[in-house]
């Protein structure tokens, strides 16, 4: 990765670079039904759609994996970069291998075999109408894995040319260490479930000593290696499937929606853009990935991807307290 600090300042986005963006487009919506049926015309038009709404929102890094909606995600996208001759040039292609889904009697599964994540690539590759992965994450921890077996797969993919960067995807520290142990390439990302809902991230580390220290089950120390060793953290999930911008279901959840709105409302922005920033405020550098594929809900998060996180340290915690309904320890 580069030696950015800050990825947020208008620097001009690279294709070698997953740093330089602050903001992702998740396409997990794109492709139709979550089923083998062929996607048709209809959705073509609804990934277009939301393929422009990132773009005019300044977002070039699309964010995808093999099974989304069977496939489909990736082939509807290749549909729209077929329809757009130079749009492969603009942006950031990542996609994700590594789950197997239920087929049948057999139970869905994680595969990172090396041929397996070989395989997949060039399916991906295929379905995308592309000629390069631009980063590869690997979806999820396989405990068959064999980490050389893995490290010889992706040093393989990138010698043929055929994915520039690769990163994780639910990973603990200790997870990536062991398998940067018998990579030579660096690892440039971690995609972490991370929004103002889903905080044992961000818990796990201030309840140190205290009785609720068990609760999180998030693994310590993993934000602070993937900062320490300059991988990116991504974010999913991170406008917390509309629970502070529509659906509320607990009294915090309440609160802390009235205190989103306020506080968008004061900044001259979207509740949206105002829990990305909550995570963009964070010194990790967190990019969150926006997953939604509604074009009017796309562009509520373009302050994100073009303003600094206008966040005051005060501001960050009143979020934070109000979400989680309790003082801090």
Partial sequence: MGTRTRPWK?????????????????????????????????????????????????????????????????????????RAPGLRERIVLQTKCGIRLADGERPGMYDLRGETIIRRVEESLVRLRTDVIDVLLLHRPDPLADPEDIAEALTSLHRQGLVRRFGVSNMSGAQISLLQTFLELPLAANQLEMSLHRRDWLEGGVLVNTP?????????????????????????????????????????ELATARLVG??????????????????????????????????????????????????????????WI???????P
């Fill in 10 to 82: 208008g620097e001009p986005v690279t294709k070698n670079d997953t740093g330089a963006e602050r903001l992702l487009y998740g396409c997990m919506g794109l492709g139709g039904a979550w089923d083998t049926t062929r996607y048709g015309t209809a959705d073509i038009a609804a990934a277009e759609a939301a393929v422009e709404a990132a773009l005019d929102s300044g977002i070039t890094v699309f964010d995808h994996a093999d099974i989304y909606r069977h496939g489909k995600a990736e082939a509807v996208f290749g549909e729209v970069l077929a």
């Fill in 212 to 252: 609720e220290a068990a609760s999180t089950g998030f693994p310590l120390g993993t934000v602070e290696h993937c900062r320490s060793t300059g991988i990116r953290l991504q974010a999913w999930g991170a406008l917390a499937q509309g629970r502070f911008t529509g659906r509320q279901e607990t009294p915090a």
């Fill in 262 to 319: 306020s506080l968008a409302e004061a900044k001259g922005t979207s509740p949206e853009t105002v829990l990305l920033w909550w995570l963009q405020r964070h010194p990790s550098r967190i990019a969150p990935v926006i997953g939604s594929a509604r074009p009017e809900r796309i562009r509520a998060c373009a302050d994100a991807a073009r303003r600094d996180p206008e966040l005051t340290h005060e501001e960050w915690y009143e979020l």
């Fill in 322 to 328: 109000t979400a989680r309904g309790a003082a801090l």
